[in-house]
T-cell receptor, first 114, second 109 residues
Framework: NAGVTQTPKFQVLKTGQSMTLQCAQDMNHNSMYWYRQDPGMGLRLIYYSASEGTTDKGEVPNGYNVSRLNKREFSLRLESAAPSQTSVYFC?????????????FGDGTRLSIL | EDQVTQSPEALRLQEGESSSLNCSYTVSGLRGLFWYRQDPGKGPEFLFTLYSAGEEKEKERLKATLTKKESFLHITAPKPEDSATYLCADPLPGYALNFGKGTSLLVTP
């Protein structure tokens, strides 16, 4: 079972470049999330999509945009990358209609901004 | 503001040496307390959800418990393969998760 798939796994960018991180889930979940994880800071929510067609800001949305392309896919875009965006990015999905179900995470995209 | 605080930040145990990790939270009306395990280079992997004070859940050498203000992850007779970072979290609006910073556990042979 694939679960949550993130691409790419690694990326190096120069300051000012743009890129899109891709995320797809095959569990038919309604909700999807983007987090970033930095040393000493833990996982912080960037954006989430409670259902297809909706997106909302999380704790640290500045410098990012998201698109919920369809029920399966949720992308994160950096329009003009900055060194402060060097981080590990995790996508997750869940089915909140079932409160006993947890969020499922991908294995992350490791992004370095030079 | 809802805060989730984990302690200790790091813990080193000998194989077989039992211990507990702590997760304290400030939110009222808790809608679940989640425990995850994260291995290096991987995403968090779900372990447990606890919903009410007094609830306990077990999985192999791990047992999670919940009180009104904190949760404990008890590790009994740990093995080196239990080495990982353990994360706890409570739900935010929209069902996103508010994570603590984690406890990094190292179990040595």
């Amino acid at each position: 079972n694939a679960g949550v798939t993130q691409t790419p796994k690694f990326q190096v960018l120069k300051t000012g470049q743009s890129m899109t991180l891709q995320c797809a889930q095959d569990m038919n979940h309604n909700s999807m999330y983007w987090y970033r994880q930095d040393p000493g800071m833990g996982l912080r929510l960037i954006y989430y999509s409670a259902s297809e067609g909706t997106t909302d800001k999380g704790e640290v949305p500045n410098g990012y945009n998201v698109s919920r392309l369809n029920k399966r896919e949720f992308s994160l875009r950096l329009e003009s990358a900055a060194p402060s965006q060097t981080s590990v990015y995790f996508c997750a999905s869940s089915d909140p209609d079932r409160s006993d179900q947890p969020q499922h995470f991908g294995d992350g995209t490791r992004l370095s901004i030079l | 503001e809802d805060q989730v605080t984990q302690s200790p930040e790091a813990l080193r145990l000998q194989e077989g040496e039992s211990s507990s990790l702590n997760c304290s939270y400030t939110v009222s009306g808790l809608r679940g307390l989640f425990w995850y395990r994260q291995d290096p280079g991987k995403g968090p992997e779900f372990l447990f959800t606890l919903y009410s004070a007094g609830e306990e859940k077990e999985k192999e050498r791990l047992k999670a418990t919940l009180t009104k203000k904190e949760s404990f992850l008890h590790i009994t007779a740990p093995k080196p393969e239990d080495s990982a970072t353990y994360l706890c979290a409570d739900p935010l609006p929209g069902y996103a998760l508010n994570f603590g910073k984690g406890t990094s556990l190292l179990v040595t042979p």
